[in-house]
């Protein structure tokens, strides 16, 4: 780390420069979307759900365009909104430094300033890579100095199509439910936004005390001293896996079912404004190729997160290695793989998230309606793909679509703004480089519709404005007859 002790004033010049910055762009723009009120209650346009870096900046995309009337729900306390400073435990990010992330084109409003005011150019040069938990502080102070909408530990419990074309959202918080109307509603969800981790069906086989998946909290401290497993090949799991060790774990294995790490991140190779713009244009056939590819090969966990692992003696890295049959032995667990067996005493999956709609009841009236790319596109031969077929059908403005047209229509006001929309747009609502792009995408396509939906009032206050812009006696018509002159008084009268 080169970071010193952060310099307020610092920080307190760059929010000035922001703000400068802000109102010559004319940022937010002035609102525009005509309110409405049912039964007494205010309609909310664009109700987003989660507050993460996604419903950050998809929040701020919506106020740049004028919407002003949307709200951002998070069911995390505040400043723990996201896998930051939860079930993430890399000591950094994946992402190089420079990317510019949620700063929406605007200077001052990128990691990299945030940085540098508080430490200097020079420790910036000497940065490998944003630390985890300073860039969670940058997400709240970009959330600060934008002024968004979030209401945190407002958990989402249903959300409901009525005849009227709004959304209805059960929100519980504070122990209180009630209810909130929306026009639209945002899953700015993250990786398990349509589903939940993925942990393989052996791993009922063992007691739930034996075992956790990378993104639930694990008390690493409860595991000094003991023998620990850890399963999967990727970032996560050798996050799991350092944290682990650092904590005192007495042995580590790490089961790898490939015969060898990934060693090339594919998509990232590519990575450039084409893929960023472009990927939504492909035709179908192209954008699964693209995607079968690079899942097939793997993403590699960072080097960096590699050499934590094997820094340790303790740590021992088992390629070839899929768990066939898992065991209770007592107070452990034995783990068998085709090279031998192993006693633990608590296994770590690192296995990723799954698209499964019923494990969301919010979503449960749409589930059965929502059309996924397995119900209307055969895999190519040879590119069976079950991750890719789990994948949501979407829309330009990332709107689910039905899997019987006219069905449920209120699909298209309920949008898809996370890591599962990849198949359909591309890696702009998961990741840090195109999250921008992906909601400007977003917020024009709701701002479209908004607009849309209410031409007729629209329409009836253009009829109805009347503001003079001049007031006509700003000039003389030289082709108007000239006004006659009053009679001159005869002065003898």
């Known amino acids: 780390m080169t970071m010193t002790t952060p310099d307020a004033a610092g920080l307190a010049a760059l929010e000035a420069r922001l703000r400068q910055d802000l109102a010559w762009l004319e940022w937010p723009a002035k609102s525009w979307v005509p309110r409405r009120v049912i039964d007494g209650q205010e309609v909310v346009d664009v109700v987003i759900v989660g507050g993460g870096m996604a419903g950050l900046v998809a929040s701020a995309m919506l106020k740049r365009f004028g919407v002003d009337n949307h709200l951002v729900l998070d069911r995390a306390r505040a400043g723990h909104e996201g ?205 699964w190729r693209f995607l079968d590819h690079t899942i097939k090969a793997q993403t590699p966990p960072p080097r960096p997160s590699v050499l934590r692992v094997s820094a340790f003696a303790q740590a021992h890295f088992h390629l070839a290695s899929p768990i066939i049959d898992l065991t209770e032995s007592g107070d452990h667990v034995v783990v068998s793989t085709p090279k031998g067996r192993h006693e633990v005493d608590f296994i770590i999956f690192g296995t990723g998230f799954e698209v499964d709609l019923a494990r969301r009841p919010e979503l449960a009236e749409f589930a059965p309606h929502i059309r996924f790319w397995r119900d209307r596109f055969p895999p190519p031969e040879g590119m069976e793909n079950a991750e890719l077929e789990s994948s949501p059908d979407l829309g330009d403005s990332f709107e689910f679509l039905e899997k019987m047209p006219g069905v449920c229509p209120a699909l298209s006001r309920l949008h898809c703004f996370n890591y599962p929309a990849t198949l359909s747009h591309g890696k702009l609502s998961g990741d840090i480089p195109a999250i921008s792009e992906g909601a400007d995408r977003l917020a024009r396509g709701i701002v479209r519709r908004l607009f849309v939906d209410d031409r007729e009032r629209h329409f009836e206050n253009l009829k109805a404005f009347v503001t003079p812009e001049i007031l006509g006696d700003e000039w003389t018509d030289a082709d108007a007859p000239a006004a006659p002159q009053p009679a001159a008084l005869d002065a003898s009268t």
């Open 83 to 287: 896998p930051w400073v939860t079930y993430a435990r890399m000591l950094t990010l994946r992402s190089p430094k420079e990317l510019t992330g949620p700063a929406m084109g605007l200077p001052a409003l990128t990691f990299r300033a945030f940085y540098e005011a508080q430490f200097g150019y020079d420790s910036w040069e000497k940065l490998d890579r944003a630390p985890r938990t300073l860039w969670m502080d940058y997400l709240i102070w970009y959330r600060k100095v934008l002024n968004l909408p979030v209401h945190n530990e407002a958990a989402v419990e249903r959300i409901c199509a009525r005849s009227d074309d709004l959304l209805a959202l059960d929100i519980r918080k504070a122990g209180t439910s009630r209810q909130i109307l929306a026009r639209h509603v945002v899953l700015a969800t993250g990786r398990d936004g349509l589903g939940g981790p993925y942990v393989p069906e052996i791993a009922a086989r063992i007691d739930r005390r034996f075992r956790a998946h990378t993104a639930e909290m694990i008390d690493f401290a409860r595991l000094a001293g003991k023998r620990v497993a850890v399963v999967g090949a990727g970032a996560s799991a050798m996050d799991n896996a350092a944290m682990a060790l650092e904590a005192g774990a007495a042995r580590l294995d790490l089961f790898i079912r490939r015969p060898d790490i990934p060693r090339i991140n594919k998509f990232t190779g590519i990575g450039s404004q084409g893929v960023v713009h472009g990927f939504a244009g492909l035709p179908d056939e192209w954008k």
